[in-house]
């Protein structure tokens, strides 16, 4: 008899599509070679999407919501891992066409798994999920086209949120200086505290956007995209560069060709969910290496399976602050 485990299930009724605690049969889990006893997930801002049905994430019924995972491998075809093994897994359509971590079991392409890294522990890796690997995507992003802390400041959008927070942190060890920018100015203090130097309110980027504003800072990471990004880079100095990663505000962009062609600025899109295993690779090592432990673990709010539920509407309203820890066991 196949064994049953709790998760969240994601069906589509005549109302729509309907998130709830369920449970469910490992033997009805999708084609992979590694399964894993998941021990830890956490909420990113796309499955907070998922959850509500505020927008069409997920796209097969029914099906396993979160698009991350930490835990041990249980059995293994790939000879890249064996029994006991810590893996983490983010994105490749998790929660989207494929089952995904808020469940205490999960089976995947051995390809899509990274060995956790001997730094943390899987709750760790999951303060860091998606949001947090994104963030070190748009870092490395903006080092690949020759940002340098020497060439001026980094401004980080969405400051407060997953993405925003760990940027900020990264940045801040780089020996960047970080302009944060947050609709939520009783914040500043955990900015100040992860490192940010100078905090702005958001509203000053929501503003009617001018082909090329003052220039303000070198690089940005900007996670909600439309009015703001527009604002961003165009006042982005001579040569800089901008990490784009998220659309929180929109899919949209309001701009102009000015930023690039009279100041020579780089847009550089951040994609996470099909990145290439060798990229994913050298962005958990330098987690590793460039990611303050205690700043990451002072953004960490800790959460059981069925708190997502109440958790998913709260960070699609910016009323989430830095990282949810998920633990599926509890």
Known sequence: MSEKFRCILVTK??????????????AD????????????????????????????????????A????????????????????????????MGETHHGG???????????????PSAFVAADAMAIGTAGYTSMLSVMALEDAGLTPAKGPVLVTGAAGGVGSVAIALLSKLGYRVIAATGRVSEEAYLKALGASEIIDRAEL????RPLAKERWAGAVDSVGSKTLANVLSATQYGGVVAACGLAQGMDLPSSVAPFILRGVTLAG????????????????????????????????KAKLADVLTLAP??????VRGRVVVDVQA
């Open 13 to 26: 009724g005549d109302a729509g599509p309907t998130a709830a605690l369920s449970e469910f049969s490992e």
């Open 29 to 64: 889990l999708m084609e992979g070679d590694v399964t894993v006893a998941v021990s830890h997930s956490t909420l990113n801002y796309k499955d907070g999407l998922a959850i509500t049905g505020a927008a069409p994430v997920v796209r097969k019924f029914p099906l396993i």
């Open 66 to 93: 979160g698009i991350d995972f930490a835990g041990k491998v249980v059995s293994s075809g790939d000879a890249r891992f064996k029994p006991g093994d810590g893996v983490v897994c983010n994105g490749w359509g």
């Open 102 to 116: 808020y469940a205490t079991r999960a089976r995947v392409k051995g390809e899509w798994l990274v060995p956790l």
């Open 206 to 209: 929501n503003t009617d956007v």
């Open 270 to 301: 951040v994609e996470s969910v099909h990145c290439p295993r060798p990229r994913r690779l050298k962005a958990w090592e330098r987690l590793a290496k460039d990611l303050d432990l205690t700043k990451l673990r002072a953004t960490v709010t």
């Open 314 to 319: 709260q960070i699609l309203k910016g009323q």
